[in-house]
Structure formats: structure tokens, C-alpha cells
């Protein structure tokens, strides 16, 4: 049952990313939350970045969902690879919420991780890749 994405290749066409988006969303939106689920997940969506496009609305919405309920502001991993998730496919949604909530964090280390986060990224989480006009 257990899917190992991290040997995908690099490179990738989004249409077959998506397939391994709903590949993983169907088999595992079941089945708790665990970090190595949350690991396998990152690596699907740091090879969609590399596509320089953004998901499609349905399996971003599908990510979303599956994201927003693996959040455990105690884990300092589980948060951090979350991040990585939501910043690598642009979850403008779960990355509010994950602001939203971060002065009721009671873990120093994660409360961090959310104000670099934000720092980082706020300008630019709905648009990851900018404008041509950037480049």
C-alpha cells in the first residue's frame, strides 16, 4: 500500500502529476495523518513545482483538505513539511489558516517556523513563480 514517490523522476508533466496527486489522495485520505504519508505528499508536490504551473483547482482543493487536516501545531516536523507542502503548491487557504492560528501556538519552534514562513512567503504564495515580466 505504501507508495514511494521519492523515486519518481524530477521531471514530470503536470498531467502525470496529477495522476500521482489522486493517485495518493485516494489511497491514503482515509488513513491518518502521519509524517512519512505528509513526506511522501512533499515530495509529489516539489516535483510540481518544478513545472512551473499551478495544480489544477480540483486536486488543489483535494490537498488542501488532506493538509488542513494533518495540521498538529505541536509537531515542529510534522509543521515544517507541511509548510513545505502548502509553499511548494501555492495553498493560499491552508497557509492563511496556518497564519491565522500562529499566536495561539504554544511550541516555540513552530511558532518560528510559521513567522519565517509568512515572512517568506505572504507576497507570494498565490503567485510562486511571479510574472514573466520578473524574470
Avoid: C
Avoid at 483535494?62 to 507541511?82: C, G, H, P, Q, W
Avoid at 513552530?110 to 520578473?134: H, R, T
Amino acid at each position: 500500500m505504501y507508495v514511494d514517490y521519492k523515486g519518481l523522476s524530477d521531471s514530470l508533466e503536470p498531467e502525470e502529476l496529477e495522476v500521482y496527486f489522486n493517485e495518493f489522495l485516494d489511497k491514503f485520505s482515509d488513513k491518518p495523518r502521519t509524517l512519512k504519508l505528509l513526506k511522501q505528499l512533499y515530495e509529489l508536490s516539489y516535483r510540481q513545482w518544478d513545472t512551473y504551473e499551478l495544480l489544477t483547482p480540483q486536486i488543489s482543493e483535494r490537498v488542501s483538505e488532506y493538509v488542513l487536516s494533518a495540521i498538529n501545531f505541536k509537531s515542529y516536523d510534522i509543521m515544517d513539511t507541511i509548510i513545505s507542502i502548502v509553499e511548494n503548491l501555492s495553498l493560499q487557504d491552508v497557509f492563511n489558516y496556518i497564519i491565522s492560528k500562529k499566536d495561539a501556538v504554544n511550541s516555540p519552534s513552530v511558532k518560528k517556523l510559521i513567522a519565517e514562513a509568512e515572512e517568506e512567503y505572504s507576497d507570494v504564495i498565490s503567485n510562486p513563480y511571479g510574472s514573466y515580466d520578473d524574470w
